[in-house]
């Protein structure tokens, strides 16, 4: 069973910076396409940045050049630099695995706050 677990979110004013992290079990890690997502309140859902296993990246035009999207395979994990924060970026971020193994997967995490100030 593969898990995700995610942290480094917090309060931070804007202009600020944060790291989130995810960490992986279960395996699949290197033969997954890793992803954050962020869902504000009231909104719907949206990509945050992909990174695949080959390390190609892709990003939200909303974040672009602003995050920047990592993995170390060798510890499982999953990293998002967030620079220049504004409070648009209030949301729960989420980590996202998905893949073919097999059979297609699909892992969420539970999601870690980030809340930006001015």
């Known amino acids: 069973q593969v898990q995700l677990v995610e942290s480094g979110g917090g309060l931070v004013q804007a202009g600020g910076s944060l790291r989130l992290s995810c960490a992986a079990s279960g395996g699949i890690f290197r033969f997954s396409t890793m992803g954050w997502y962020r869902q504000a309140s009231g909104k719907q859902r949206e990509l945050v940045a992909t990174i695949t296993s080959s390390g190609s990246t892709n990003y939200g035009d909303s974040v672009k050049g602003r995050f920047t999207i990592s993995r170390d395979n060798a510890e499982n994990t999953v990293y998002l630099q967030m620079n220049s924060l504004n409070p648009e970026d209030t949301a729960v971020y989420y980590c996202?695995?998905?893949?073919?193994?097999?059979?297609?997967?699909?892992?969420w995490g539970q999601g870690t706050q980030v809340a930006v100030f001015s």
């Open positions: 996202n695995a998905q893949g073919i193994l097999l059979v297609k997967f699909e892992v």
